[in-house]
């Protein structure tokens, strides 16, 4: 059965890459081009479920507006496309508004895609099309205004949050209800570069208590901060059980989450919890399997409680979660997990002294 695709692209240039993209994808149907999502809604009401690619710009108004009207009156299944350079300052609010996924279409791509956005690009497509849209639903935030007591002591305990694609939207969601740890430090691997990360901290930062940036080589790590580590940042930490970041000396990882939750784990043990969100690939089975052998914390995801499919079968099969959990039940889950790993640290702490 093929994916029905839904385009609203103006940019010629855009448009072309698009058409190639899937031109080479046999499992996909273009049923509509339009120049708007108010004619992409009025045509695709009756078409039913439909993938949108959807082009962002640099008009922050008109980009927004055009999602919002698709998911109005969808919702559905959102697949941005762009000059990254280009749209990311309004990354941050497309996800947030419940766009699936963003594929960044540059410069050099207009005379011929690379392998590396083919292979993305249909991943992209093939995972959109078996979303479950009557979970997705906009990330309402809002801004807070308290950082903790601003004593940014070393973190004592981490979460490795691995964030496939098609995940970011949850992402968001998490930390923007996820009570602040100050002697805890989370790690977010994402599924973007690392020219793009700035933007998004700064807007993310706004609406959670923890304090949110970009990893930097010889920047000690403290409590009530999140990282955000990009998909090709070259990314490590110091010494064995060093809380401290320094820049790895191997090449840029294909698995970006399973390379942070291992590096985590093989620094701090039991002290760090890890946990999959939905999204796409397999990317995150291997680091969930080193965190549960470490004494480590394992959480992903069920199956059927999240928009996207994800099943990292193979940590299941080794046995190495602890828990799978529905996206609505998460914040208060690992909440719960960290309130207990401090417990637990406390009460070994005054046996040593008694």
Same mark, same amino acid.
């Given at each position: 059965m093929k994916t029905w695709i839904g385009l609203i692209i103006a940019n010629k240039q855009i448009k072309?890459? /698009?058409d190639t993209l899937l031109k080479v994808n046999d499992i996909t149907q273009v049923v509509g081009r339009y120049a708007s999502a108010e004619e992409a809604v009025q045509d695709l009401g009756v078409k039913g479920n439909v993938v949108i690619v959807l082009e962002l710009d640099d008009d922050y108004r008109r980009s927004l507006t055009q999602l919002k009207t698709v998911q109005l009156f969808g919702p559905y299944a959102v697949l941005g496309v762009g000059d990254g350079h280009v749209v990311s300052p309004i990354l941050f609010d497309a996800f947030r508004l419940g766009m699936l996924d963003f594929i960044s279409i540059e410069s050099e791509d207009i005379n011929g895609p690379s392998d590396s956005l083919f292979r993305d690009f249909s991943q992209s497509i093939e995972s959109l099309a078996t979303a479950d849209l009557s979970r997705l639903s906009?990330?309402?935030l809002s !801004?807070?205004?308290?950082k903790g007591s601003g004593a940014l002591g070393e973190a004592e305990y981490f979460i490795a949050l691995g964030v496939p694609r098609g995940g970011i939207s949850q992402m968001v969601r998490l930390l923007g209800s996820l009570p602040l740890k100050e002697d805890a430090a989370v790690f977010v691997s994402l599924p973007l570069p690392y020219d793009l990360i700035d933007s998004f901290a700064t807007q993310l930062d706004v609406y959670t208590g923890w304090s949110v940036n970009r990893f930097l080589p010889e920047e000690r790590i403290t409590g009530g901060t999140c990282y955000l580590i990009? @998909?090709?940042d070259l990314f490590d930490i110091g010494g064995e059980g060093e809380r401290v970041f320094i820049q790895s000396k191997? @090449? /840029? @990882?294909?698995? !970006?989450i399973d390379d942070m939750m291992r590096r985590l784990a093989r620094a701090f043990g039991p002290q760090v919890v890890g946990v999959l969100l939905e999204g796409m690939g397999d990317d995150g089975a291997d680091g969930l399997i080193t965190i549960r052998r470490r004494g480590g914390t394992a959480i992903s995801l069920k199956q059927d409680g999240s928009i996207l499919n994800l099943a990292p079968a193979r940590a299941d099969d080794e046995g190495a979660l602890d828990m799978r959990v529905d996206r609505d039940d998460l914040e208060r889950t690992l909440s719960y997990v960290l309130t207990q790993l401090m417990d637990l640290s406390h009460l070994n702490t005054m046996s040593v002294h008694i």
């Open positions: 072309g890459v /698009v906009r990330a309402r !801004p807070v205004t308290e990009a @998909s090709n191997h @090449s /840029v @990882s294909e698995w !970006p």
